[in-house]
């Protein structure tokens, strides 16, 4: 059983990310990454 997050942690769900997309783009620190669900619904982040 996993462990709730602790109250200081915002949580967002995948859905409200990716709005029935598949992948999404992340910009952080000037660089630009991809965050995809993979056919077998896994989260892959690549650069």
């Keep these: 059983m996993q462990q709730p997050f602790d ?7 995948s859905e409200s990310l990716f709005r029935g997309t598949h992948e999404i783009g992340i910009e952080h620190e000037g ?4 965050l995809k669900i993979t056919r ?7 650069k």
């Design 7 to 13: 109250r200081v942690v915002r949580v967002v769900t």
């Design 40 to 46: 077998q619904g896994k989260l892959i982040l690549n």
């Design 31 to 34: 660089s630009m990454y991809r």
